[in-house]
């Protein structure tokens, strides 16, 4: 087993939006950590090409031979690889936006007798029942559930609930 995968999920991480220069089958590769798989301890790198497109290159955990940072990286590049694979529709939502959307979205499911509760540190998501989650911007998509007749019911709620409000 080689060194890298000694290492656990939590040491890989700290490699994440660093630039590094990999060794891997003999073969040098070299570019930003986006991602590393906690399992397969597997690397995704990107590199940002002058022309404004990027190249993503997946690097097997079992191949790697030796990670070297060599470079941390700033704020920018942090942002960038952040935010690579979000939609251009994709809009920010100020924390007055996200509270008005929750509260909302709260009473309307109290409204329609179901047992909602807010969860969390900030208190940002809500359980409905225990048995489902719903975290910002709280749309049907951002529903998690291992229950998935409940799941589907109240995303239904909630596309009911945005239509009426729209």
């Known amino acids: 087993m080689n060194e890298w995968m000694k290492k656990g999920p939590l040491e890989w991480q700290s490699y994440t939006h660093r630039e590094v220069r ?29 022309d404004g497109s990027m190249s993503v290159t997946g690097i097997m955990g ?24 979000t939609s251009g529709d994709c809009k920010a939502h100020s924390s007055e936006d996200l509270e008005k959307k929750k ?5 309307w499911l109290e409204k329609n007798h179901i047992p909602i509760t807010e969860q969390g540190d900030a208190r940002r998501t809500l359980c409905v029942a225990g048995v489902l989650t719903i975290d ?14 409940i799941l589907s019911r109240v995303q239904d709620l909630i596309q009911g609930h945005l239509a009426a409000s729209q």
């Open 22 to 50: 990999v060794t891997a089958s003999e073969k040098e590769y070299k570019g930003w950590v986006l991602t590393t798989d906690p399992v397969s301890a597997n690397i995704v790198l990107v590199n940002f090409l002058e």
């Open 62 to 85: 079992h191949a790697v031979q030796t990670v070297e940072i060599v470079n941390e990286g700033n704020h920018s590049v942090r942002e960038k690889l952040m935010h690579l694979f």
């Open 103 to 107: 509260n909302s979205l709260k009473r």
């Open 136 to 149: 910002p911007p709280y749309g049907p998509e951002n529903c998690s559930s291992s229950n998935e007749i």
